[in-house]
């Protein structure tokens, strides 16, 4: 990432939502999130349009063709992100993609967003958890451009004490600015780490503050080195471009690099049962709105087993989708006006294990601990009612909208495949789940609704509150 | 450690009470535990009788004279724990430990144990978060012998797969035994992750199930040929011997061992800011004595600087030590009737961050909220009254008294030595201790008493109960 543009995408999900009035945008934000931008079966885009192919030094590549405007959306995945991170390290990850924007043998520092600026393109990047990525989107005839400069800096990066001295401060304001300055993402930061005993999940992907400030030039170094190598890229070109042009292209670019011959197996510490409950409060007189958030364990999409995953989708729109018919925001917010905001997330696009996650903002006058019974009690009276036939069907309908409204951004699209192929999908996987979306029945979902929030489940519980209203 | 015998000391500190008959024990343990038996100035031993030295290749020496019986107890301690294993593989320090009597070049399977016992002797072994240490008790003149097999095994340890397959079904069932059939343990195991954010120590010694089921060889050994070195190892003899005696022997058996150059720095991830409260709630039918516990981060011991930590000895027996003349047992339990147990306990020993605990064991009848609210008080009048000199003087005087006592038993006094020079301590540290303690004013003690409670500090509170009795 630039020194002044964006950022880590995914921090804000799934527990961040920052301040209440940016909730309602936020709903449509996790839920553009949660959208795998893909084929629905018979619609605008067929499978035949994405190709694949492998180069010999292990590097994968995903061409999603799309010949309606003159542009190619060029990327590179690392299958490497902050939960990847040395202990004692957390940012490392972050931090070298910020790094990757410096000099390499043959670019000066800063020449490469400039040298794409000058041919009419723009380009950035993002880190998660399971993935860092560049990206950059130009005219169709750039792209070979792009891959060199995306190649040379894949192996030969030049990083400098002097680089290394001035973008760690620049990311230690990114994390004052994103995380310190803001109650919601401090809390959020605060109930992942509670949530994960075991995981790395449970690090901040920018980095807690104190780890940050001790990163130097051999931790950027030697996270470059053990991981960012053709055989753990992914190469995905999106727009106006053939399968043709553009393996001709990356043999060229991307094939002379060798591949990393001790590219560690990707294995992450995993979460033991979670035998407790367990309660985060966080107060901080910045708090404009106080609410709660409940979070369950849930499993992620596997390849070849999405089905479970389906179903989680579906029950986080039932119970807390956009919009007020969903089961949360209709009764706590329409009948019974207990609720400014109430609803559901699910993220099922992890490489390792995921969450399932209520919120619920009361009105004032109601008491964050009413705020969790109410929650418990939508969520009793739903298992005993079981779902309505007729929501189920309106939101599949407007799921299977979404996800060709969203086949329209090549960009979006390019971003779905990239995720899923990092988080352990395949093109198969992702051209294979709007059919297990849609033939998910009400007895898959009631029964992933059993299991999630049965008996023997254990809860992780936020209360951010204003310190006046921190209670019991 | 053998299969048969004991285990991971410092698994049952700080937070494990195991059921309410052996919370009393439990004080006598963890008082003992908390004491460095060492010189109080003009007492018994003289500051004298302790001696250091290193060897060329890095390791330290520490000899304790006393001739009063002709024995020895010969120790040597790694400055690895539990707190040092790689992400993934908890439970491997300990894992060694197990391994570590099974073969080497020289001894066949079990030898080692077998050749101790046929000369009379006793041995046996822990781990802990920043130690893993191995130790006989033999007449004075096996000390060659002693030293001998130790630095055998030190480099020319033998694992084989069988022993890798025995061994881990061995700690499984240890683990099956200590954690997994004791609610009090799986309760302090789920506190301690749930309050290290980002520090090891947050990782249980013996290992998480899943991740001790997955522990092979390579993973052992290369655990063993990172760490095991006499450059990351001290050398403690107690006993009736002199230190010319030891450095001699030393240099026969340990000298010639290389030290390993590519040793890592001992740096731990650590703690970020505590800005939520946390709680954990434990529900378990076997759970015989519901009761709750708070923490606090408490800075530890840290060399030529241990009067914070001589002010939270005092504070947490002032507090809750033995005894029910401590403010928390005098109150709850002879006063009010409301406790039938309430302590205070704090680990000054500790490489890095430590955690001050309150624990409080409510009458039946009173609910583990109520039991809450009286610690959160007895603490409130605490602050306001301040400390009674005569108390304080009083416990000075039995804190001087045990570590007298301490003395007496050189395995225990070897033990502290290895301890405090494990976690960072230095010998002139363990020998100042006394009169750090004994310098220690109320002044002070409210000091670091109003720091660990005042209004900005986060707790961690934990509720163990049974099912019928988690509320709120």
Redesign the interface.
Known sequence: MRANTGGIFTTVLPFAPEGFMRLCRLVAILCAALLPGVVWPGALWGAGKVTEFTLENGMQAVVIEDHRSPAVVHMVWYRTGAADEP??L?GIAHFLEHLMFKSTDDLENGAFSRIVEANGGSDNAFTSWDYTAYFQRVAADRLGLMMEMEADRMRDLVITEADVMTERSVVLEERAQRTDSSPEA??NE??R??FY??H?Y??PIIG????IAGLDRADALAFYDRFYAPNNAILIVAGDVTPGDVRRLAQVHYGPIAANPNLPER????E?PH????????ADPRVATPYVTRSYQAAERNTGAQEHAAALVLLARILGGSGTTAVLGRTLQIEEERSLFAGAYYQPLSLDTSEFTLINVPVPGLSLDEAVADLDRVLADFLDAGIDPEQLERIKFQYAAQLIYAQDNVQSLAREYGTALTTGLTVQDVQEWPGIIAATTPGDIMAVARQLFGGERRTVTGYLARPAT?G?
Not at 208 to 211: G, I, P
Not at 275 to 282: F, G, K, M, Q
């Open positions: 202990p004692g957390s401090l809390f605060q109930l780490a509670a005993l075991n790395p449970g690090i807690w503050q104190h780890e294995a992450r510490p995993s033991p035998i407790a409950d367990r309660v985060v409060r966080y921190t019991g």
